[in-house]
T-cell receptor, first 113, second 111 residues
């Protein structure tokens, strides 16, 4: 399917477990982003990537790890999930920097028990 | 990072124009002004963006103040499908294109 997809769409995990959220885009966009959205709040940037093998921290990177070995994929890993990481996670991609539209995925709702 | 200020909520009658304001008094010369909206249970969706001049597209118009310290998103005829949270975001031209969202304006459209 063309566009940007996220998997899984819903995930329940236990405290302390590792969980990986997947993001895939078919446009060959250079930039990819991970955001989290907590109930009643706007989105906050976790990590972003300007190209394969180039990643950088956003506002709230603690407790998360990212990698980008291929342009089209940008997985987000919670190495040891905590209840405070219960959130909706959105992946986005963009053609280039500054002034370009970001395309968002449908989101992954993660619950940590 | 430059911040934006928006009203928490607004209401509009269906088929009437809606003007959603945004203040960004600390905007720099290289900051783009973006507007996104988020419908319930969906990811944000691009609406419009601009740098200095007013912009129009099929979804909306963006009016930017001459000093760029404020902007207004204009929906020409609100429909029930326009009910969403609208985010005004500044994005520096020379950075990594990361966005910093505020809490946005929740728009209610009254039939």
């Amino acid at each position: 399917d063309a566009g940007i997809t996220q998997s899984p769409r819903y995930k329940i995990t236990e405290t302390g477990r590792q969980v990986t959220l997947m993001c895939h885009q078919t446009w060959s966009h250079s930039y990819m982003f991970w955001y989290r959205q907590d109930l009643g709040h706007g989105l906050r940037l976790i990590y972003y990537s300007a190209a394969a093998d180039i990643t950088d921290k956003g506002e709230v990177p603690d407790g998360y790890v990212v990698s980008r070995s291929k342009t089209e994929n940008f997985p987000l890993t919670l190495e040891s999930a905590t209840r405070s990481q219960t959130s909706v996670y959105f992946c986005a991609s963009s053609e280039s920097r500054g002034g370009f539209e970001q395309y968002f995925g449908p989101g992954t709702r993660l619950t940590v028990t | 990072d430059a911040k934006t200020t928006q009203p928490n909520s607004m209401e509009s009658n269906e088929e009437e124009p809606v003007h959603l304001p945004c203040n960004h008094s600390t905007i720099s010369g290289t900051d783009y002004i973006h507007w996104y909206r988020q419908l319930p249970s969906q990811g944000p969706e691009y609406v419009i963006h601009g740098l200095t001049s007013n912009v129009n597209n099929r979804m909306a118009s963006l009016a930017i103040a001459e000093d760029r310290k404020s902007s207004t998103l204009i929906l020409h005829r609100a429909t029930l499908r326009d009910a969403a949270v609208y985010y005004c975001i500044l994005n520096a031209k020379d950075t990594g294109n990361q966005f910093y969202f505020g809490t946005g304006t929740s728009l209610t459209v009254i039939p």
